[in-house]
């Protein structure tokens, strides 16, 4: 039997991608995080499914209900919130996988940050702009980041940086980023990217810690910065430019 990590979305049950839901469907054990992943999508699983909520389970435990389902026979829908692509804690499930012998399959699915850009109405890379995207996160209470990984290093590029899990610390953010990026600077939060009750957050790199904090956004939220967020004045793509000349591969 196979485990399957499928990419349940950034918060709408109906952002899962059709194979996800179809896998979902089949599957008769479910393991989920119950904190981010929306109830609704649950009722898509088997009516006799065996479901887990790992929010309050370490890595070993997920592990033994993942072996354990595997054999009894059983296809798992292990359900991730966003991609398991980025910030998902995949690889060490998929790790330990490896070492049972038990295969599995990666579903992917809309990440927060691509969510987040359709709430702000936002391409995130635009012509003679910005090309480039950095996600990241910083270290706090959590795994610490690699060495030339910090905010101060990745702010000299002068890309549009994408942070997840740091709205607590907004204001270190706003203090790291300045530098780099002026007080002027578009920049944006969007917390509960997609469910009912979004927030979105809208100003400069100078004005944003104070509305995070007026909004009560702590968690849950990704925070943008980079010029990218308040181009109006660029050039047409080359993609669908009249002087193109389309014979040419």
Known sequence: MTVY????GPGAADLITVRGARVLAASPVCLYAGSLVPRELLASCPPDARLVDTAQLDIDRITAELVG???????VARLHSGDPSVFSAVNEQMRRLDQAGVPYEVVPGVPAFAAAAASLKRELTVPTVGQT????????????MPEGEDLATLGRSG??????LAARYVDRVVAELLPHYGAECPAA??????????IVLRGTLDSIAEQVKAAG??????IMVGRTLGAEQFHDSHLYSPARDRHVC
Do not use: C, K, N, Y
């Not at 990590?5 to 349940?8: E, L, P, Y």
């Not at 389902?69 to 059983?74: I, N, S, T």
């Open 217 to 222: 956004v702590s968690r849950t939220a990704v």
């Open 189 to 198: 939060v969007v917390a509960m990217a997609s469910r009912p009750d979004e």
């Open 133 to 144: 995207v950095i996600l990241t996160r910083i270290a706090q209470q959590a795994t610490a």
């Open 159 to 164: 890309a549009l940086i994408v942070l997840h």
């Open 5 to 8: 990590f499928i990419g349940a």
């Open 69 to 75: 389902a595997h054999r009894d026979g059983h296809d």
